[in-house]
């Protein structure tokens, strides 16, 4: 079955540490993106890409790194430098450059730093 | 700049009744989608309806629709004799055409909805 695959489902770090939290998908999407949720709020956009070996930084892209060089995976760094890590990450995909279709989501990661 | 307002943090609405969820947006695109999402208590996102903004008319999925007026900027959600299993959170998102090449989404902050029995 087609999807998009995050993991760990739930992680925990301690605080300092850097991170990466995994994104799979099999859906031959060219664009992928990295949103952020806290409790009770919207998704905001971390990252995204058009195509492999190319990102744009989103909304709160600060203590953020990503890396696309495959057309399937897309993972999301999580740094020191990130003042407060703990949330919940979803990582979506979708066809590029078409206005009329809509992102495809994985389960999401939530990340718990202590 | 590309915005979505949701201005209705939490509502409750009673079983079998109809509920609007408002969305305002903002962009100087001529070109986009408006998107409606639904957030379960569980975390996934479930996609609900879309309209382009050279519809002519308004969407329709289902007990979803789309109330969609173009020069106000606006994209309510109505959702037909809700049931208890939509109780969730509920996000607008905008992708605007020639912009960015299509492909930036962004989200409102969403709307709580509880349907009480």
């Known amino acids: 079955d087609g999807g998009i695959t995050q993991s760990p489902k739930y992680l925990f770090r301690k605080e300092g540490q850097n991170v990466t939290l995994s994104c799979e998908q099999n859906?031959?999407?060219?664009?992928m993106y990295w949103y952020r949720q806290d409790p009770g709020q919207g998704l905001r956009l971390i990252y995204y890409?058009?195509?492999?070996?190319?990102?744009q930084k989103g909304d709160i892209a600060e203590g953020y790194s990503v890396s696309r060089e495959k057309k399937e995976s897309f993972p999301l760094t999580v740094t020191s430098a990130q003042k407060n890590p703990t949330a919940f990450y979803l990582c979506?995909?979708?066809?590029?450059?078409?206005?009329?279709?809509?992102?495809?989501f994985g389960q999401g990661t939530r990340l718990t730093v202590v | 700049a590309q915005k979505i307002t949701q201005t209705q943090p939490g509502m409750f609405v009673q079983e079998k009744e109809a509920v609007t969820l408002d969305c305002t947006y903002d962009?100087?695109?001529?070109?986009?989608?408006l998107f409606w999402y639904k957030q379960p208590s569980s975390g996934e996102m479930i996609f609900l309806i879309y309209?382009?903004?050279?519809?002519?008319q308004n969407a329709t999925e289902g007990r979803y629709s789309l109330n969609f007026q173009k020069a106000r900027k606006s994209a309510n959600l109505v959702i037909s004799a809700s049931q208890l299993g939509d109780s969730a959170m509920y996000f607008c998102?905008?992708?605007?055409?020639?912009?960015?090449?299509?492909?930036?989404?962004?989200f409102g902050s969403g709307t709580r909805l509880s349907i009480r029995p």
């Open positions: 979506a995909s979708s066809i590029a450059r078409q206005v009329n279709t809509e992102a495809f």
């Open positions: 859906l031959n999407h060219d664009a």
């Open positions: 890409s058009q195509i492999v070996n190319d990102f």
């Open positions: 962009t100087s695109d001529q070109s986009y989608g």
């Open positions: 309209q382009g903004s050279y519809d002519e």
């Open positions: 998102a905008m992708r605007e055409g020639l912009k960015s090449s299509a492909s930036k989404i962004i």
